[in-house]
Structure formats: C-alpha cells, structure tokens
C-alpha cells in the first residue's frame, strides 16, 4: 500500500502549513475549506453575464429548461436550472455559477482521491487546489459549460473505479460508476472514456464479478441515461404549448436518438467518432498524442510536471494502481485525441474547440500530481536527506517544493479571471439596440445567435424585432426566437406568408431598409443569392439585387410591379438610408466598456473585439467624410484601442476597396504607415494585399 | 447523526450564500456608484449602462436596485421629453430586461415591467409613426400588437419546474441509495431495494409531470 511508502507519513513532517491542516482534525473541515477557498476565487473571478460561444446557448437553455444544441446537454441544462432559481444576481450569472460549483466538487473528488492514495491531507489539498486553479480548468469553471460537469464526473468514476479496484465493495462502487457514466451521456459524450477506464478495476477483480453484478450493470447504466428523455417531455412540452426554447428538437424517438447522437453534426456525429477511433492507422493515433501531450497535459500541469513523475514513479511499488493511472491517461490522452486531434496540421480553431474536451483529465492527471507531492516530502524527509545528515534542508525543501506552484496562482487568476468581461453581454444587447423597430435579423454563426437567444429568451430584450434563426437550416426558418404564438400578432403579414419562399418574405423588410444578417460569410444560398449587403452595426444590412421599378421605401408599402435590374441610383438610395441608421445608431453601442475589458485571446472573443474595431473605423470613416476630421480621428484612434488592428484592418480596408473608395483606404493606409512602429507593418502587409485584390478585381473585369 | 448532518448542512448554506450574495451585492454597489458618478456627470449613455449593470447583480431587498430602477425611469423621461424616442426606450428597456434576467422562483419588479411595457409601446409606435411606417389613426392598434408581444411570456412555471429538478434529484437520489443501502458489502436488502425502487418510482413520475407541464 502506498500508505505505507514515505509519502504516507508526509503529515507528520515539522512543516508549518502542513501541521495547520493537521490541526484540523477531521477531512470534513479540510474539505470544506478547500471548497470554499476554490469557490471564493471562482466566484470573485466568475464572467458577471454571458460569455462567448455557447455559453449563452447554455444559460438562456438552463432558463428556459429547453436544449442546447446536440446531443441537448439535459443534466447540465438541470443542473443550470436548479441555480437559476437561486434569488441572487442575473440568470447568466446563477448558471455560470453552477459550473463553478461543480468544479469545486470536482476539487473535492481530487482531494478525496488523492487521500485515498497517499494518506496525506496536505499534498492532498495542495494537489486539489492547484488543480482548481490550472489555466485550463480555471477558465471553463468561470462560464456556463459543460466541461467541469464533466470532469466532475469523470474524477468520481475514477475515484469508485479506484475503491473497487483497492477491494472497498466493488459491486456498489462499480455500480455507482456505471451509473455516473449513463447520467453523463447527458453532459459530454467523452464520459464514456471513463467507461473504458472502469474495466480495468473490473477486470483486475474479475473474480467479484457475479451474476448479481452482471444483471444489475446494464439497468444501473440504463437508468442514468434515462436523463436524456428530458429532450423528448420538453419538445412534446413545446408541441404542446410552445413554450420552450428548444435548439435540439426531439419529439419522436427518432429524433431523440437523432439529437443523442449527433448525427446533424456529420463528422462530429458520434458513431462516425467511434469508427474513428476504430480506425488502425498508427500514424494518427502518435499524432494524435503527440498533440494532446504538448498542447494539453504539459500545459494543465506545467508548474508541476515533475510532481507528475514523480508521483508515477511512486506509483510502482503499487502495480494495480500504476496500470490504473496509465490506462487513464491513454484514455483520454490517446483515444480521445484520435477523434479530435488527430490532424498533423492542427489550426488554431480546431486546437482551441478540442482543449475543453480534455478538461475531464485534468483532476486525473492532479491525483497523480497529489502522490508525486507526498511522495517527494515522505522522500526528502526519510531518505535522501536524513541519510545525508543535511538537516538545514528538511525545513524549507519540501515548503519550497509545494509551495512553488502557488506562487504562479495570482498571475493565473489574473489572466484567466472573467471578473468585469461583459463583451458578450454587450455583443449581445448591442446588436439588438441597434435594430430600428419592427425589423428583422437573420443570424447565423454561435457569438451573435446565442447571445441575441439569451437576450431574447431571459431578458426579453427588444421584442418588435423578429429574430430568426438560420444556421444549419439552409433556407428554411429555425423560430426559436420568434415563436408565432408570439409574434403571429405584431406579423400577421410575416406569419401569413410563412409558406411562402423565404426571397419574398424578407423583401418586404429588406424595402423599407429592415433586413440585417448577423454574418455576410455564412447568408444561406437563397438569401445572399438575392440581397446585396452593406454594413451595418455588428452586423450586414441586406438590400433586394433586383429592385422594383418604384421601391418607395422606407413608407413601407409594397411596391407594385415586378422586380427589374439594380439601377445605380436605387442602390445608392438604399446604401444612404443604412448609413443614415448607421450614423444615428452607432452612439449606442458600449464600445467603451470594451475598451475597458482585458483582452482574451480566445476566438470568439477575437471576433466580437473585430467587429467593434471595424464598425468603429467605419464610424471614424463616415464623420470624416462629413467634415469632422479630429472627430473621425478620434474613432480611428479608438478603434485601434478596441482591438488589435489586425483583426480588422483588412476587412475596413477591402470593404472601402469594394464600395469604390480607393483614395480613402490608400489614406488611411499612408496614415498607418506614418504612425511607424508595429502598426506600419501591418499596414505595409495590407497595402499588398489591397494591391493584390484590385489587380484581381481588375483581371476579372478585363475577362468579362 | 441527522442533527450533526443538518449542522453542517447549514453551515454549507450559510457560507455559500455569504461568499456568493456578498459578491454580488458589492458588484451591484460598485456598479451603482459609477453609475450616480456619471449621472451626476450627465454622461446618460454611461449611466444607463452602469444602472442597467447594477440592477442585473440584483439582491433581494438591497436599496440600490429601487433606485437604479428610479434613475433609469427619469433619463428614459427626459429622453422622451427630448423628442429621443431610440434612447428612452434604450431607458425604459434597462429596467425591463434588467427584472427579467433577475428571475428566480419570482420575477421581481412586476410593476416596473407593466409601467415600462406601456412606455416601450408607445414609444415604438411614435418611431413608426415618425418613419411613416404607421398612420397616426392606426397608433392605438399598433400599440396593442407590440403590448401583445410584449405581455405574452411562456417561460416555465416556476412551481412546475422546481418539481421537475426536486422530481430529478429525487430518483438520482434513489438510484444511488438502491445501490449503497440496497446492496450494501455485496448483500441483498430486500427492504432498502423496495423502499428506493418506489421512491424511484414516484420521483421519476413527479419528474416527467413536471417536465410536460413546466
């Protein structure tokens, strides 16, 4: 037993900080200060509303005791909706919340693990805490996700799996893993790698398998998937009385198996991940690894890698153990980065959409880390160093040893903290302000979909404004957003025509200068087949390619005649009319709370602070086209503090190319360069570029 | 044991809600000083934003979410009173959304939302109106459409759905005592088995109730 190793009489070392957790004599108190210390910080760190990605999704999910997208995500969206009751702060903030509880226990679950393996409480709680605080880990602890859920999970399966394994009842402990892993098809699919971890406790107490255990298995397993039917009563709930806000729609079993399995999903579809993993192909499973290991485990763990080792190491002397750990570890560290890691070109998108996935390893990989820190006190203290009689050293070795890692934690914190992040709330609550009454918003893409679905399911922001939803529906109507018992009033003529091709119901918004898309890369066939665009705030107005002879907007009244050939002066109209909003509008939006967030340099964030930055060149753009110089300028100089001008100053500038204003980009490009420094450079870069496109541009006229 | 089980159950609570109401209501007094320091700039757009952010940290009973409420009511007004119909709605909007998104088992500030529905009607309409999109004989009926949209909420039931979660951890609980009490050190207890299968049972049923009706 690893107990009776060095590391197990670590708690009896003359430490200070280790005999102030001795005093507390019992591991209900270490416990809960652990607890609570890891909440205090998760807490004063937590994102004050929605985050980015789909965290909103989450959150207006949890509210609504809906789905999120597939496989739907019910235990956390229960979850979300037990702290959403809570009386306290906003929804986004309550649901957020729980992921920061659920790490907290999942902390807990590493102290208790770890104390099971090294009888130590101190390297236990040290173990444990710098797990909560790991950048990882940290960072989806701060928003509502799915992920901690999921470690949750994955450490107390792995703490069962360890007690059966140790001869603690196996029936019950394996049994109870089981049925963690059937509720977990609820959280996040990988769970089931914790099912391929849990054989090999099985499999090493083969002989307490019974007929009993064998019967009660698959029920205890069936019963925790059983969760899942939330998907099925919410959406007959819906048919029902529409009440809902459902993204994963499942009201025939079809279809819940359908949504369980992803299948809309194509190459993240979950049988097609299993035939993956299936696959022989050496090359990619080493890739794969290779991937995961330095992009991942290194990271989590880097203050303490050695610890890591150290802890394997020790680890020998208990082979059971050992083989458990590295069967954990190929799990998610081999098997897992197969399916989702496995490119040799990884790109930064697809790196940052896998990371989470891994977050469940994490608390695994601190048990070891915890052992590793026992260890090496049990170590320094009765064998290397009272064998060399070096007694200056026992005092502050080990202190220096545990200690290192915290001494990184506020500089973690600092970087990771959410505390005062409001861009997605803003991202969110802008682009609905900036809409003019009774329009309507096409929105594709997760940043301004499932901010504007938060905004619009909890806090019921601008309800004139039909909001539709389109991703992944090619051209037909996704009315989450824009439910008709709601909105079949205030539309009739909407409603009405809701048969009728999506072309002709737009074009009566897109006349009277009504029309946004949250996106113009990712408009459906139908609607950038037929619309032009021109920027609007966070957004792309949409007007008709082909105008009636009379448009007679923005009156309102449909115009009559059929649709003939753009004529320049009507476009021009139309684009006077956006700007004219536009110029109008764009004081509304909280560019400068922006200013004021620290920079995160996740993805999503990137493509919120771009489209600040470029909507306030564009801003800049149009006051010093009215005269107003140092007014402009002033903007131009905001833009570039909003965000880094690399993120938006190809789009200004190729946008300013395209709507036949060279001289102006050329301008602001000489300005640039004039400015020297970093920001010359990339001028230079996008001067190339824009020299590039207009030779295209031209080449393609030419061959016309 | 189940007093010493309650003791610390309580002590749970208690340091929970401290830690968590605490940070809350020093978000919502940090937010609201701001916000009274750019009132009393006349930076409107800064202080509705900051009201709107303090109003969204709500605490029960706390003093500043009334007045941040109040605030907002007077710059929505003087907005209106400035012929600023898309600012006072940006106003009046703030402290609806704000009682919104503080929903729990109750909505608080229902009086707020009933007052600003009506100033948030109206003033769409004047925008209408204004843009010719709406005849001025048709403002009454206009009004009554975006009331409609306004009022009509279908969010889940409150009761309903904290039966639905209490239902939910009602047969986790049950499944798990089944499996610690009903098979306890590799034996059968008949009794424990039954008495978890039937609370299985029954929460199970209160859960998808619940989940049909909320």
């Known amino acids: 037993m690893l107990a009776n190793t060095p590391s197990g009489r670590a708690k009896t070392l003359p430490l200070n900080f280790l005999a102030l957790t001795a005093k507390i004599n019992t591991d209900t108190g270490i ?70 509880v659920l790490a907290g226990l999942a902390c807990l679950m590493v102290f208790k693990t770890s104390l099971l393996l090294t ?4 390297a236990s709680w040290a173990g444990a805490l710098i797990c909560g605080l790991s950048p990882i880990f940290f960072l989806e602890s701060l928003k509502a996700e799915v992920y901690t859920l999921n470690a949750l999970l994955a450490i107390t399966v792995f703490y069962l799996g360890l007690k059966a394994l140790k001869g603690m009842d196996f029936m019950q402990n394996t049994l109870a893993a089981l049925f963690l892993i059937g509720l977990g098809t609820g959280g996040h699919h990988t769970i089931g790698l914790m099912g391929l971890v849990l054989m090999w406790p099985v499999a090493a107490r083969w002989r307490e398998v019974t007929w009993k255990w064998l019967l009660l298995a698959p029920v205890v397993f069936a019963a925790g998937t059983s969760v899942n039917l939330l998907m099925y009563f919410r959406s007959l709930a819906m048919l029902e009385h529409g009440s809902v806000m459902l993204y994963s729609y499942a009201s025939t079993w079809q279809d819940l198996i359908n949504v369980i399995l992803r299948r809309a999903y194509k190459s993240a579809d979950t049988i097609y991940a299993l035939k993956v993993m299936a696959s022989p192909r050496g090359g990619e499973w080493l890739t794969g690894l290779k991937n995961s290991i330095l992009n991942i485990a290194a990271p989590a763990i880097l203050p303490v890698l050695p610890f890591s080792v150290i802890g394997l190491a020790f680890l020998i002397k208990e082979k059971k153990t050992l083989v458990y750990f590295i069967v954990a570890i190929l799990a998610w560290f081999l098997v897992l980065p197969r399916i989702v890691l496995s490119s040799p070109e990884m790109t930064e998108k697809s790196l940052q959409a896998a990371i989470p996935y891994f977050v469940p390893a994490i608390p695994i990989l601190f048990s070891l880390v915890s052992v590793g820190f026992a260890s090496s006190i049990g170590l320094l203290k ?64 997760d940043n301004p979909m499932f ?54 119901i737009n074009r009566d918004f897109a006349l009277k200068g009504k029309l946004f898309a949250s996106s113009a890369e990712k408009m459906t066939e139908v609607v950038s087949g037929h619309y032009s665009f021109y920027p609007y705030l966070l957004t792309v107005a949409l007007y008709p390619k082909k105008a009636y002879g009379s448009p007679n ?17 009507e476009e021009a109209e139309m684009k006077a009319l956006i700007t004219l909003r536009y110029r109008e509008n764009y004081p509304k939006l909280n560019y400068e709370r922006i200013m004021e967030t620290p920079y995160r340099p996740d993805i999503f964030c990137r493509e919120m602070y771009s489209l600040y930055g470029f909507n306030t060149m564009f801003y800049g753009g149009l006051l010093k086209r009215e005269g107003r110089e140092k007014e402009g300028e002033r903007f131009f100089v905001t833009a570039f503090s909003l965000s880094n001008p690399r993120l938006f100053l190809w789009s200004y500038v190729s946008f300013l190319l395209k709507d036949g204003r060279k001289e102006e980009a050329f301008a602001l490009l000489s300005e640039v360069k004039a400015g020297g420094g970093g920001y010359a450079r990339l001028a230079e870069t996008v001067e190339a570029l824009a020299f590039s496109a207009i030779d295209a541009a031209e080449a393609a006229d030419a061959e016309k | 044991m189940y007093k010493g089980f309650l003791v610390k159950g309580f002590i749970v609570a208690a340091l929970f809600f401290l830690i968590v109401g605490g940070r809350v209501f020093y978000l919502q007094r940090s937010h609201f000083m701001t916000a009274e320091g750019y009132y009393a700039e006349g930076n409107w757009k800064l202080a509705v934003r900051e009201y709107d952010t303090a109003m969204h940290f709500y605490t029960p009973l706390s003093p500043y979410v009334e007045r941040s409420a109040q605030r907002l009511w007077q710059i929505g007004e003087m907005f209106e009173q400035e012929e600023r119909f898309d600012w006072a709605n940006i106003a009046y909007s703030s402290i609806r959304s704000s009682f919104y998104a503080s929903r729990s088992l109750y909505t608080p500030g229902k009086d707020w939302i009933k007052k600003c529905d009506e100033k948030i009607a109206g003033l769409n ?12 004989e048709d403002a009454a009926s206009e009004k009554a459409r975006h009331l409609y949209a306004m009022n009509v ?26 499996i610690f009490k009903g098979f306890a050190h590799g034996k059968t207890s008949m009794r424990h088995a039954l008495y978890g299968a039937a609370s299985f049972a029954l929460s199970f049923s209160v859960w998808v109730l619940a989940l049909l009706r909320a």
């Open chain 1, 119 to 122: 009888k130590s409480r101190a």
């Open chain 1, 451 to 504: 901010t504007v679905f938060y905004m619009r399911a909890v806090e019921r922001l601008r309800e004139d404004v039909l909001v539709i939803d389109t991703a992944g529906k090619k051209d037909t109507y996704g009315m989450e957003s824009s439910p008709n018992w709601k909105y079949s009033v205030l539309y009739p003529d909407f409603y009405r025509s809701a048969t009728s091709s999506v072309k002709e």
């Open chain 2, 125 to 136: 309409v004047r925008i209408l109106i204004r843009e010719g999109s709406v005849r001025p």
């Open chain 1, 31 to 100: 416990s809960l200060t652990l607890f609570f210390t890891v909440l205090f910080i998760y807490t004063s760190s937590l994102s004050p509303s929605v985050y980015t990605g789909d965290s909103s999704l989450f959150a207006a999910a949890s509210f609504s005791l809906g789905t999120a997208h597939p496989p739907g995500y019910p235990l956390y969206i229960i979850i979300g909706k037990l702290f959403s009751f809570l009386p306290i702060g906003n929804v986004a903030f309550k649901v957020n919340l729980s992921s920061a």
């Open chain 1, 382 to 445: 009765k064998g290397f160093l009272k064998k060399r009689r070096l007694k200056i050293i026992p005092g502050f070795i080990p202190v220096v040893l545990v200690l290192l890692p915290f001494v990184l934690l506020p500089f973690t914190i600092r970087d990771v903290s959410l505390n005062g992040n409001f861009i997605a709330h803003d991202f969110g609550r802008d682009i609905l302000t900036a809409m003019p009454v009774k329009s309507l918003l096409l929105n594709y893409t």
């Open chain 1, 553 to 569: 907007w923005p009156v309102g009244q449909r115009p009559r005649g059929e649709p003939t050939a753009h004529r320049g002066a």
């Open chain 2, 153 to 178: 909420d279908r969010a889940p039931r409150p009761l309903w759905a904290a039966l639905a979660v209490a239902g939910f951890f009602g047969w986790i609980g049950s499944v798990i005592f089944i």
